[in-house]
């Protein structure tokens, strides 16, 4: 599968657990995106991320919130501490260095549920 | 600051009709506007897109009409299909290279068989 996998698909934690989403752009792609959405929301950029580099994190939260792309590996959104508010789907999204159309390319998400 | 607005949270269209769905923006810096297909449980899919040098692109039943005066777009479905019930998502960047993408609330488009 040449796609844009995220895992896990489902995480559910309890208040004051780490949460770790993890997202493996297609091959080839090296920028990365994190996108979130709340329930009946739209989706709301978080981060823009290249190998090893945070482009824009406009969208972060100040707190508890952080985002990296290593050399090796895949991206990985972690949140810290989570809250009942920080239930909602997170989209990575990867993209080529250059995009002739513009368009990103979507993962299926990982729903985090927070207890 | 809602950068890229979408007014309608759902439209009801009957199948074979055209769907119309639309978007304001408010940032004259835009010049990328794309149109993304959501089903549940899936991701984001791309579905047409159009730079600012123009007013009007074509892909099959899907056309996309920007108004760069007006700082409005919108999407045109003819013919409407059943399997075209999905949420639609205005999105808009500076640029087709390292800059962040926006996204509208999304329409959430029914159409009936």
């Known amino acids: 599968n040449a796609g844009v996998m995220q895992n896990p698909r489902h995480l559910v934690r309890r208040r004051g657990q780490e949460a770790r989403l993890r997202c493996s752009p297609m091959k080839g792609h090296s920028h990365v995106y994190w996108y979130r959405q709340l329930p009946e929301e739209g989706l709301k950029f978080m981060v823009y991320l290249q190998k090893e580099n945070i482009i824009d994190e406009s969208g972060m939260p100040k707190e508890r919130f952080s985002a990296e792309f290593p050399k090796e590996g895949p991206s990985i959104l972690r949140i810290q501490q989570v809250v009942r508010g920080d239930s909602a789907a997170y989209f990575c999204?990867?993209?080529?260095?250059?995009?002739?159309?513009?368009?990103?390319?979507f993962g299926e998400g990982s729903r985090l549920t927070v207890l | 600051d809602q950068q890229v607005k979408q007014n309608s949270p759902s439209l009801s269209v009957q199948e074979g009709r055209i769907s119309i769905l639309n978007c304001d923006y408010t940032n004259s810096m835009f010049d990328y506007f794309l149109w993304y297909k959501k089903y549940p449980a899936e991701g984001p899919t791309f579905l047409i897109s159009i730079s600012s040098i123009k007013d009007k692109n074509e892909d099959g039943r899907f056309t996309v009409f920007l108004n760069k005066s007006a700082k409005h777009l919108s999407l045109h479905i003819v013919p409407s299909q059943p399997g075209d019930s999905a949420v639609y998502f205005c999105a808009a960047s500076v640029g087709t290279g390292g800059f962040k993408t926006i996204f509208g609330a999304g329409t959430r488009l029914f159409v009936k068989a």
């Open positions: 999204a990867s993209s080529p260095r250059d995009r002739p159309t513009g368009e990103l390319f």
